[in-house]
T-cell receptor
Framework: EAGVTQFPSHSVIEKGQTVTLRCDPI?????LYWYRRVMGKEIKFLLH????????ESGMPNNRFLAERTGGTYSTLKVQPAELEDSGVYFC???????????????FGAGTRLSVL | GENVEQHPSTLSVQEGDSAVIKCTYS??????FPWYKQELGKRPQLIID?????GEKKDQRIAVTLNKTAKHFSLHITETQPEDSAVYFC????????????FGKGTMLLVSP
């Protein structure tokens, strides 16, 4: 079974440019999450999709970040325009349909390392 | 919202020793506590989790304990090996729906041969 895949693995851009990250979740997983880890700090939640709907976007830093999941399959996270503080590793995770009393095991991708210069 | 504190930030042990990583959480309604291991350059992987209806869970050399009264949970690794070297993250649900996770800051474990 293919795991969660993310593309690109590394992106280096200049301040002010636009970058789009892509995440392909495990097939059949309704839930898709975006997280970010700034160097040496915790993995911080950004956004949660259930199928194509945004369930929780309370972690999105500001309106320079736009996430989409058209058709409820893969998701993209666009940063426009990128700022220096956006540098970090962006992780995507997916999980199956949630249910009462069922633990939510999240499977992570390898992440996209974004460097904004 | 949930707040998760994790200690220590770094931990160095000799091969064969035990390692313990501790986390505290703030939301008494939290009921699911996973631990993830991230090796250098690789993805975070779930290694063990515990639900609030049990106080301890073991899987070979790894165990997790949960104290709901004190709102803390710990990861115990016995007979450590160099391949245990990695960053370990604890987490708790952001809300009661088992959904989004709030992570600790991570513990870098280094096991020396």
């Amino acid at each position: 079974e293919a795991g969660v895949t993310q593309f690109p693995s590394h992106s280096v851009i200049e301040k002010g440019q636009t970058v789009t990250l892509r995440c392909d979740p495990i097939s059949g997983h309704d839930n898709l999450y975006w997280y970010r880890r700034v160097m040496g700090k915790e993995i911080k939640f950004l956004l949660h999709f259930v199928k194509e709907s945004k369930q929780d976007e309370s972690g999105m830093p500001n309106n320079r970040f736009l996430a989409e999941r058209t058709g409820g399959t893969y998701s993209t996270l666009k940063v426009q325009p990128a700022e220096l503080e956006d540098s970090g590793v962006y992780f995507c995770a997916s999980s199956q349909r949630l249910g009462t009393g069922i633990g939510n095991i999240q499977y992570f991708g390898a992440g996209t390392r974004l460097s904004v210069l | 919202g949930e707040n998760v504190e994790q200690h220590p930030s770094t931990l160095s042990v000799q091969e064969g020793d035990s390692a313990v990583i501790k986390c505290t959480y703030s939301d008494s309604a939290s009921n699911y506590f996973p631990w993830y291991k991230q090796e250098l350059g690789k993805r975070p992987q779930l290694i063990i989790d515990i639900r609030s209806n049990v106080g301890e869970k073991k899987d070979q050399r790894i165990a997790v304990t949960l104290n709901k009264t004190a709102k803390h949970f710990s990861l115990h690794i016995t007979e450590t090996q160099p391949e245990d070297s990695a960053v370990y993250f604890c987490a708790a649900p952001k809300d009661s729906g088992y959904s989004t996770l709030t992570f600790g800051k991570g513990t870098m474990l280094l096991v020396s041969p």
